[in-house]
C-alpha cells in the first residue's frame, strides 16, 4: 500500500508541479497592461545670423507594457517591462534634426523613427528590494545630473542594471551600473549612443515630510569622450517652513580614467520660494564652476529643466557658468502659467553671455488631455546669438 502511494505520488508530481507553472504563467499575462501614450508637438526656433529658422511638427506614440508577476518563492517576483516610441514627422523637415542632413537650419533635436525606449526585468525580493536588469529610464533626484530628458519626443535611457534598496521608511539607496546611454539624437545616427561604464549611486534620507537630504557620487568613464570622464560627489538639502520651501545642493567635480585635463571644480545651487498671495515667487542662484580650462558638466542630465527654456547651455562653456533668475508661478482662470527671467555670466573673466525671458501656459482639460505652450526669448551678449523659441503641445493618454 505504502509503495503504491508513492509510485501514485512520483507520478502526479510533474503534473502537479507543471500546474502551478502554467498557473504562475497564467497570471504573469493576465496581470499585464497595456498603455498608449500620444503627444504632439509643434516647435518654432528663430535664430539670428547664418542658420534658417527651423519648424518641427512631430508626433511621439508610446506603448507600454508591464507584465504581471511570476512569483519565485516567498516573497520574491520577477516581472518584465517593455517600452517602445516611434516619432513621426507631420508635415516638412525643415529644420535640422542632427540626422537629416538639414544643417542650414536651426537645430530641433527630435528625430523621426521607431525606438526601443525600455526593456527591463524586475526582480522584486520582498517589499524594499528591485533589481532592475536591462534598458531603463532612470531619473535620480531634480535630474539635475541623471535624468531622461523628457522634454524632447525620443527619451535618454539607459542599459545596464539598478538596484533600489528601502531601509526604512526614511531611508533608501540607489545603484545602478550602466553600459550604454541610450540618447535624445536617437534611434540612428553617430550620437544616438553613448557607451562607457557609468556607476552611480544615490543615498536618500527624508528627515521630515517637508525635509530631504540626498548624498550623491557619478562616476563617469566614457569611451568616445573620454575627455568628459570624471567623478562628481554632492550633497542636494530641500526643505520647507512656514509657507519658504528651499534647495541648497553643493558638489565638486574631478577628471578620472582616461581624461586628459586634470582638474577640480565646484557647483552649487541655491533656491528660495515663497507665496504671495496666488502667485510664488523663487528666486535661482546656480554655478558650474570652472579653472579657465575646464568647465563643471552634467552630460546625463534633463538640461531643458536648467538654465533656460532656450536650452543655450547645454554644454557649460569654458568658462564656467553663473546664472541667477527670478520665476513667478500662478493660475490664469483654470491653467497654470509661470514667467522667469534668467541672467548668465561667466564664472571665470567676467563675461555676461545674455539674458533670457521665458514664460508657460498648462492647462489640463481632462484626466487624459493636457495642453501647453511656451516660449523663451535669449538676448545674447557675449555667447550665442539672439534667439526665440515657441512650442504648442498635446499630450493624449487613453
Request: neutral net charge; contains cysteine; hydrophobic residues 40%.
Amino acid at each position: 500500500m505504502k509503495r503504491a502511494l508513492l509510485l501514485a505520488t512520483l507520478a502526479t508530481a510533474p503534473l502537479t508541479i507543471c500546474h502551478a507553472a502554467a498557473t504562475e504563467a497564467a497570471q504573469f499575462w493576465q496581470d499585464s497592461t497595456v498603455k498608449w501614450n500620444f503627444r504632439y508637438r509643434l516647435e518654432q526656433v528663430q535664430p539670428d545670423g547664418a542658420l534658417a529658422d527651423a519648424l518641427a511638427s512631430t508626433l511621439r506614440s508610446r506603448l507600454t507594457v508591464n507584465s504581471g508577476q511570476w512569483t519565485l518563492a516567498t516573497n520574491q517576483s520577477l516581472s518584465a517591462l517593455i517600452e517602445a516610441d516611434h516619432v513621426a514627422l507631420l508635415g516638412g523637415d525643415s529644420y535640422n534634426s542632427t540626422v537629416n542632413g538639414q544643417s542650414r537650419y536651426a537645430t530641433i533635436a527630435d528625430p523621426d523613427g521607431l525606438d526601443l525606449n525600455q526593456a527591463a526585468l524586475l526582480f522584486k525580493a520582498g517589499s524594499n528590494s528591485l533589481i532592475t536588469i536591462g534598458r531603463q529610464r532612470l531619473n535620480f533626484g531634480d535630474q539635475r545630473f541623471i535624468g531622461s530628458v523628457g522634454w524632447r519626443q525620443n527619451e535618454q535611457t539607459f542599459d545596464g542594471i539598478r538596484l533600489s534598496q528601502q531601509f526604512s521608511p526614511t531611508l533608501q539607496l540607489d545603484m545602478a551600473s550602466l553600459h550604454n546611454a541610450n540618447r535624445v539624437f536617437g534611434p540612428d545616427g553617430a550620437n544616438a549612443d553613448l557607451h562607457g561604464r557609468f556607476n552611480l549611486a544615490q543615498a536618500q534620507w527624508t528627515m521630515a515630510a517637508d525635509q530631504v537630504l540626498q548624498g550623491y557620487f557619478y562616476d563617469l568613464d566614457f569611451d568616445t569622450v573620454s575627455a568628459r570622464s570624471a567623478g562628481t560627489t554632492g550633497l542636494d538639502y530641500k526643505g520647507g517652513a512656514r509657507g519658504f520651501k528651499w534647495q541648497a545642493a553643493l558638489a565638486r567635480q574631478h577628471d578620472a580614467h582616461a581624461a586628459l585635463a586634470d582638474y577640480e571644480l565646484n557647483y552649487h545651487r541655491f533656491e528660495l520660494s515663497y507665496p504671495l498671495g496666488k502667485v510664488t515667487v523663487k528666486g535661482i542662484l546656480e554655478r558650474l564652476g570652472s579653472d579657465g580650462q575646464n568647465a563643471f558638466q552634467t552630460p546625463f542630465a534633463t538640461l531643458h529643466a536648467f538654465n533656460g527654456f532656450a536650452d543655450m547651455f547645454l554644454t557649460t562653456p569654458v568658462k564656467g557658468l553663473r546664472e541667477q533668475a527670478v520665476q513667478l508661478a500662478f493660475p490664469v482662470q483654470k491653467a497654470k502659467a509661470t514667467l522667469s527671467w534668467h541672467r548668465f555670466h561667466s564664472d571665470v573673466a567676467s563675461l555676461h553671455y545674455g539674458n533670457e525671458l521665458d514664460a508657460s501656459l498648462a492647462y489640463e482639460l481632462s484626466s487624459q488631455w493636457q495642453l501647453l505652450g511656451k516660449v523663451a526669448f535669449y538676448q545674447a551678449d557675449t555667447l550665442q546669438a539672439d534667439t526665440r523659441k515657441f512650442w504648442l503641445m498635446a499630450t493624449y493618454q487613453p
